[in-house]
């Protein structure tokens, strides 16, 4: 995007940095979007929806001609259709709750992994194809692939499985014999989902600032070659994609949110790793241990977000899905005004400070709320 708005639009670059900026959006629409999702039966006619909305999107940002049209459309637009991804998250919980396994966290990281795919096969296909056929004709390719997403489910229909706690349930019912009418329950209130979402922007703040950084300190510090530089920013995303399933397995043991929690603090040693190197194996050690940070997250984070709202998972899902490029945009703002006060690659101690917050919350909220998912019945 930002080479787009550059090269195609003529906007500054310091102006094209601040595009992600519109990731702070996300959160409105993705309550907007979750909460309409509470109300429908099915739904995938959400998730669909969602899809054809973020399509034109990217159609329109493709014809964009004035500097102000591609933050008004990912602003408003993108930020939309970015629910599509909560929505489908919420119709495989809803069928999971109505024909359960042993293997739930398994089928969820299994959804995961193909979007993880996806983003790795993504910039690859893209790199070439806009080189080839221009920016342009690329993000018109984008809207193609996302209207393509909606041919293998067809017209299938999900119906939403209404569910309630069992410790939400006896609040209820003691909320009822002192005041005669129905409580919402301790467990239904969405504080501690927002105490969640919270650690996990906290977690992955950094990766704005490694996307950014990383490239630039290995170019104009270390002077490593671009096939060097490429190996380093693709180990994260492959060892990603291969520790899911072992993370979804450990979850299976040891229940999501303590697989998180673990996950966190190796963001912790990741980011110490990126501050502290002074060559391109301790930037390699980093990936490494961010990719075990990533694979938790990718797999299990959205679980933990439903079970710690079994009665709202369209809500909790839409939320989920726009703490990570709200944790995007707060790296962003943030390594904007500390890097020329730290420098590179000093300026990843913050992200690890940060973390390390995240990762003593996390802890908290697996003590405090111990989310799994019991939390499921049916009501």
């Given at each position: 995007m930002t080479l787009y708005l550059t090269t195609d639009l003529h906007i500054p670059i310091h102006l094209a940095g601040l595009y992600y900026l519109v990731n702070l959006m996300a959160p409105v629409a993705a309550f907007l979007v979750g909460s309409l999702s509470e109300?429908?039966?099915n739904r995938?006619?959400?998730?669909?929806?969602?899809?054809i909305i973020g399509a034109l999107g990217w159609v329109a940002m493709a014809f964009a001609t004035r500097a102000w049209m591609p933050f008004v459309i990912g602003g408003v637009v993108l930020s939309v259709?970015?629910?599509?991804?909560?929505?489908?998250?919420?119709?495989?919980?809803?069928?999971?709750?109505?024909?359960?396994?042993?293997?739930?966290?398994?089928?969820?990281?299994?959804?995961?992994?193909?979007?993880?795919?996806?983003?790795?096969?993504?910039?690859?296909?893209?790199?070439?194809?806009?080189?080839?056929?221009?920016?342009?004709?690329?993000?018109?390719a984008n809207a193609g692939c996302l209207l393509a997403q909606l041919i293998p489910l067809g017209l299938r229909r999900?119906?939403?499985?209404?569910?309630?706690?069992?410790?939400?349930?006896?609040?209820?019912?003691?909320?009822?014999?002192?005041?005669?009418?129905?409580?919402?329950?301790?467990?239904?209130a969405i504080t501690p989902l927002l105490i969640y979402l919270g650690c996990i922007v906290l977690v992955m703040n950094g990766d704005t600032m490694k996307v950014a950084f990383l490239p630039l300190f290995m170019a104009d510090q270390l002077h490593t070659?671009?096939?060097?530089?490429?190996?380093?920013?693709?180990?994260?995303?492959f060892a990603e994609f291969l520790l899911m399933p072992v993370f979804a397995r450990l979850a299976d043991k040891i229940t999501p949110i303590r697989t998180l929690t673990v996950a966190a603090f190796l963001g912790v040693c990741a980011?110490?790793?990126?501050?502290?190197?002074?060559?391109?194996?301790?930037?390699?050690?980093?990936?490494?241990?961010?990719?075990?940070?990533?694979?938790?997250?990718?797999?299990?984070?959205?679980?933990?977000?439903?079970?710690?709202?079994?009665?709202?998972?369209?809500?909790?899902?839409?939320?989920?899905?726009?703490?990570?490029?709200?944790?995007?945009a707060v790296g962003g703002v943030i390594s904007?005004?500390?890097?020329?006060?730290?420098?590179?690659?000093?300026?990843?101690?913050?992200?690890?400070?940060?973390?390390?917050?995240?990762?003593?919350?996390?802890?908290?909220?697996?003590?405090?709320?111990?989310?799994?998912?019991?939390a499921f019945i049916r009501e």
């Open positions: 109300r429908l039966s995938l006619f959400l998730y669909r929806a969602c899809t259709s970015g629910g599509a991804m909560g929505q489908l998250f919420a119709a495989t919980r809803d069928e999971l709750s109505r024909h359960p396994t042993p293997a739930n966290n398994r089928v969820i990281a299994g959804v995961r992994m193909a979007f993880s795919a996806g983003w790795i096969i993504g910039p690859v296909l893209g790199s070439w194809f806009g080189a080839a056929f221009g920016l342009r004709t690329l993000l018109l999900i119906e939403r499985f209404t569910v309630i706690s069992a410790p939400a349930a006896a609040s209820d019912d003691q909320d009822l014999s002192r005041s005669g009418s129905r409580g919402l329950g301790r467990r239904s070659s671009d096939t060097l530089r490429g190996a380093v920013i693709a180990m994260q995303p980011h110490i790793a990126y501050a502290t190197s002074t060559g391109v194996g301790g930037l390699f050690l980093g990936q490494i241990l961010m990719s075990g940070l990533w694979a938790a997250i990718a797999g299990l984070g959205i679980t933990v977000a439903q079970q710690l709202q079994p009665r709202r998972i369209g809500l909790a899902s839409s939320l989920y899905s726009s703490a990570l490029p709200l944790a995007g904007a005004f500390s890097v020329g006060w730290l420098g590179i690659p000093r300026l990843f101690f913050i992200p690890a400070c940060l973390t390390a917050l995240g990762f003593v919350g996390l802890i908290l909220t697996s003590r405090r709320f111990r989310p799994d998912d019991s």
